[in-house]
Every structure is written in structure tokens, then in C-alpha cells.
């Protein structure tokens, strides 16, 4: 990360238009799913840049967003933050460095894109979740406001195993209904979930993938190991946002918290720790960046198909003035074999 010169009044003056564009057409859409109301983002302490103008056939050049390596291009998804956890959008292809294997890259393809996603909710029924569900619902709930009419849904539940109940389509209506009436019960199968959660988001043609679990972190009845989950994770384009909700202490509770901390970072998304009160802004936060995420492109220098993992490094050079800032990327990918 590079560090900027702190300006406290920079972001209440800049204010990105085309986030304003983003939250209004969201909040329209969906808008009624479980009665609840949204209310439009605070831009008090958001940092937010005017980008240049860009050509117009900037866009029509760069592929699909998803992580991978087209013949000599690989792909990266990466979200930018500031300090209170807010997404920065507006940067442009001089504010990033991309490091391929400790290797600096240049940078051939950039673009901060607004397309269709498929989102998938892994959501805890467990009985460690009695209590807990009503925020469990409010955040499921939230996120879908977000909905567009092109987007792709589907719901995963878990107590003592997984269960697809809701498999992939484009209709949100049922997710939220279900959601609405779920009831805790059993022990806990969260890496199991994940797994299915993951194989049924592959089924989809969208180029934006992501997974949101909702959990208090515990895990005690999986088949699946914590590391066989990491493993998958790196080999899977999706980000996966967790959102941990009334945690406990016990050491199934802490193993779990730190698989879905860990995950999220991997994918080169969050893990979210949410109160009551806290879920309305972790679900506008974790829909623009899925909405607002930028995807950078570069050929490595040294082309090597060895099918071996390749770690990806990300810096900010973010323009002057402006607060210390956090970038958040797949931390690698896997090399072809031919």
C-alpha cells in the first residue's frame, strides 16, 4: 500500500457520481423484498475519485471479470477501501502495481465495471444460531435489495448437513421467503456448505461471481476439513464474503471464525464481525463492491505452465491527498499446464 498525504475534508467534497447512479437504481429495484426499507448510503467519510474520462473503446477490450489466465492473460478482481471499511471506486490504472510472483507486471487491460452477478447465500440453521436468526434474515434481506433484474440467486441452508434449497436462478422472491420462515436446529456443517455453495456457483455464466455466508463461525459436523476448504478456494473464482454474527468463544466458534476470515481474505474479499445494528451498511457495503470492483489485466513476463500456484501482490499508488487506503485481491492463481 502507498501512503497519501491525510486531507479529513477530501471526502465529504468528492463524491462520485456514478456511485450515486449505482445506489439509485439498486434501491429501486427489489426494493419491497421482506418489507424493509432502504435507506441511502451516508457519503460522510466515503472516498470517492472523478475518474478521466476514458475512451470508448477502453471497455470493449477488456474480457470477463473472472480470475483466470486467457493464453497469456491473467485477470484480477480487486476492491479498494478506506480506513472506515468504505469502497473507493474512481482510481484508474496509473493508482495500482501488480506483482506476479515478487515479478512487477505492466498492466495491459483495466476497467471498473458494473455487470451482472450470481450470488449465492450460505446461510446457518444450525442450533448454535438460536436467537441469532432475526439478524441473520435482516442481513440476507438487505443484500437483496441490491437485485437486479439480470442477476442469478441461490440459497444454501446448513445445521448437521448442507442443503441446496434454492438452487441457481434469477428470480430472489423465494430466497427471501425462506429466509423468512427458516428455524434453527442441530449441529453445525459450515465447511461442508461451502462446498456446495461453490459447486453450484460454477453453474453460472456470470462473470461476476460471489458467496455470502452468514454464520457464528462454529463448525463440528463437516466431512470436509478446514484445509481441503482452502485448498478449493484457491482454485475457484469466486469471492466470499462472511458475515459473522454473534460469535462465541468455545473452540469450535474460533476455528470457524478463523476458516471464514481466512477464506474471505483469500478470495480477495471480507470477513464482516456484524451487531443489529451494523448489517444494513455490511450489505451496501458488500453490493457496491461487487458492483464497483475493478478488474486488472496483465500477460506475465515469464510465461511458465507448470500448473503450479502463482501469488499475486497488489500496491496502491493512490493520487495525493488522499487518506491511507486498503486493496483488498485474490491472493494468486493456478498456471496451465498447456
Not at 65 to 85: E, K, M, W, Y
Not at 307 to 333: N, V
Request: proline share 5%.
Amino acid at each position: 500500500m502507498r501512503k497519501g498525504t491525510i486531507l479529513p475534508d477530501l471526502a465529504s467534497r468528492l463524491y462520485d457520481w456514478r456511485l450515486r447512479i449505482v445506489l439509485s437504481r439498486a434501491q429501486l429495484l427489489a426494493g419491497v423484498v421482506l418489507g424493509l426499507c432502504l435507506q441511502p448510503i451516508d457519503s460522510t467519510g466515503q472516498v470517492e475519485i472523478t475518474p478521466r474520462a476514458r475512451k470508448a473503446s477502453a471497455a470493449a477490450s477488456v474480457p470477463s471479470a473472472n480470475l483466470r489466465v486467457d493464453t497469456n492473460l491473467v485477470l484480477v478482481p480487486a476492491t479498494v477501501t478506506d480506513q472506515f471499511n468504505h469502497p473507493v471506486t474512481g482510481l484508474e490504472k496509473e493508482n495500482f502495481k501488480i506483482f506476479d510472483d515478487k515479478v512487477e507486471q505492466t498492466i495491459s487491460s483495466f476497467l471498473n465495471e458494473d455487470e451482472p452477478i450470481a450470488l449465492g447465500f450460505i446461510f446457518d440453521t444450525s442450533g448454535s444460531m438460536k436467537g441469532l436468526l432475526p439478524q441473520g434474515r435482516a442481513a440476507a434481506a438487505e443484500l437483496l435489495k441490491f437485485a437486479s433484474p439480470e442477476d442469478e440467486f441461490f440459497l444454501v441452508e446448513f445445521d448437521t448437513r448442507p442443503r441446496m434449497v434454492i438452487p441457481l436462478t434469477s428470480n430472489s422472491s423465494p430466497i427471501g421467503l425462506e429466509v423468512m420462515y427458516t428455524d434453527s436446529h442441530g449441529s453445525t456443517a459450515l465447511f461442508d456448505a461451502l462446498f456446495m455453495g461453490i459447486h453450484e456457483i460454477r453453474k453460472s455464466k456470470k462473470g461476476k461471481k460471489a458467496l455470502v455466508l452468514i454464520s457464528d463461525g462454529g463448525d463440528n459436523n463437516s466431512r470436509y476439513t478446514s484445509t481441503e476448504v482452502r485448498n478449493v478456494v484457491k482454485e475457484s473464482d469466486v469471492l466470499i464474503y462472511t458475515i459473522g454474527i454473534g460469535t462465541g468463544h468455545d473452540a469450535d466458534s474460533e476455528a470457524g471464525s478463523g476458516l471464514m476470515r481466512s477464506v474471505s481474505e483469500m478470495s480477495g474479499a471480507h470477513m464482516f464481525m456484524a451487531g443489529p445494528w451494523e448489517l444494513r451498511d455490511i450489505a451496501e457495503k458488500i453490493a457496491i463492491e461487487l458492483r464497483n470492483r475493478y478488474v486488472i489485466g496483465y500477460a506475465p513476463k515469464e510465461v511458465v505452465r507448470d500448473g503450479r500456484f502463482h501469488r499475486i501482490d497488489l500496491k496502491l499508488a493512490p493520487p495525493r491527498g488522499l487518506p491511507k487506503l486498503f486493496a483488498h485481491w485474490r491472493t494468486g492463481y493456478y498456471a496451465p499446464t498447456n
